[in-house]
């Protein structure tokens, strides 16, 4: 016999591996596993006169029951499989503040924070130097003020890096990053776009609405600030989700704040603790002591960069989630293929998806 769109179509979820099924119709398209959640693509298997399907039941049974090394000749051994990691249950809280500690990103911690805590003194340096008076001095502080430049612009673009390559990973379902920059500068120059152009151009919007309220007498000084907290997540997501830096505005990443709002709300709520606690740490490392508060801010500053963005990536893995569930939703309502239940050759109830236990 023939098989056509309406017949049984068995298939295993990728994730929890799942024995799902549902009509042929589903071959090739966007479903959910009703059990972990997971969006996948069905396997694509076209209706055809050869399908596995022709078999009857006495041919299935009497491969099933032939040797392990004849069932072995005829089938060969299925490629292994690599399971895509489950959602976290709190994606924003587990294993985002203790990313910086752990695995190899505790070694990219350390070059972060000895490279900022050297511009710090650096600069440091040069404004003690310019209060005293001489022509050497003088010299004195335009050295140390060039090398203080010079290390917080290299920091920055190793540090921009350092985001786009945990923001990425973490939001292909990544638990450690393995993608990390090396040292080669010019591969680093699309990375800093990625940054600067985010800072650029959630930042603007602040500054503009600063200068105009300005003029109306009102309190102008933390807007700027407040734009760049709330534009910039929005921003950067839509450039890495277009793959440019000039992709300031995605319709899509637009969108998740429908279908996952309850993500950007413990996203914004993550990050103004996280700022909040930094902040703290390092007014109270500069109280104690001088030196050692900038050996603290330096600390403070390269976790914190490397946990804001390991947020980001979470919050980006639980949209592309909820998003893929609310397009199969959508694709239900529309009609395009629906969950009735629909008897195979057997009697059994096939339905779009459900699970075969």
């Not at 959602?87 to 490279?115: C, D, E, K, M």
């Not at 500054?207 to 109306?216: G, N, P, S, T």
């Not at 946990?307 to 990536?313: D, K, M, S």
Request: aromatic share 12%; net charge negative; hydrophobic share 45%.
């Amino acid at each position: 016999m023939t098989t056509t769109e309406q017949d049984p179509f068995r298939f295993s979820c990728p994730q929890c591996l799942a024995r799902l099924s549902g009509p042929m119709a589903v071959s090739g398209r966007r479903t959910h596993c009703p059990h972990c959640h997971t969006a996948f693509t069905a396997p694509e298997i076209e209706p055809s006169s050869d399908s596995i399907y022709d078999l009857d039941r006495r041919s299935l049974e009497a491969i099933a029951e032939m040797p392990p090394e004849v069932e072995a000749f005829i089938s060969p051994p299925a490629e292994p499989f690599e399971e895509r990691p489950i959602l976290p249950r709190h994606p924003l809280l587990s294993g985002t503040f203790s990313f910086p500690y752990s695995g190899n990103a505790r070694l990219y911690l350390g070059i972060l924070a000895v490279w900022a805590i050297g511009a710090l003194f650096a600069a440091r340096a040069s404004f003690e130097v310019g209060e005293m008076f001489g022509e050497a001095t003088l010299f004195e502080r335009a050295a140390y003020t060039v090398v203080s430049v010079m290390l917080a612009l290299t920091w920055l673009a190793f540090a921009s890096t350092c985001a786009v390559s945990v923001t990425l990973e973490s939001a292909n379902a990544c638990h450690t990053v393995h993608r990390w920059p090396t040292l080669a500068i010019l591969e680093w120059i699309t990375d800093v776009l990625y940054v600067f152009d985010g800072l650029c151009a959630s930042t603007l919007p602040g500054v503009a609405l600063a200068w105009l309220l300005r003029w109306q007498d009102l309190s102008h000084h933390a807007v700027a600030p407040l734009m760049t907290f709330f534009l910039f997540p929005i921003v950067f997501l839509s450039m890495l989700e277009q793959g440019s830096p000039l992709g300031a505005v995605s319709g899509a990443v637009w969108r998740t704040m429908r279908v996952a709002w309850k993500g950007w709300v413990w996203f914004y709520l993550a990050t103004a603790g996280l700022l909040a606690i930094a902040g703290t740490l390092a007014v109270a490392g500069l109280i104690a002591d001088h030196s050692l508060g900038l050996v603290v801010c330096g600390l403070v500053l390269s976790a914190t960069w490397l946990t804001y963005f390991r947020l980001l990536g979470r919050l980006a893995w639980y949209c592309s989630e909820y998003s893929a569930i609310a397009e199969l939703e959508d694709e239900e309502e529309d009609g395009e293929w629906n969950g009735e239940a629909t008897p195979d050759a057997d009697g059994e109830q096939c339905a779009m998806p459900t699970a075969e236990r």
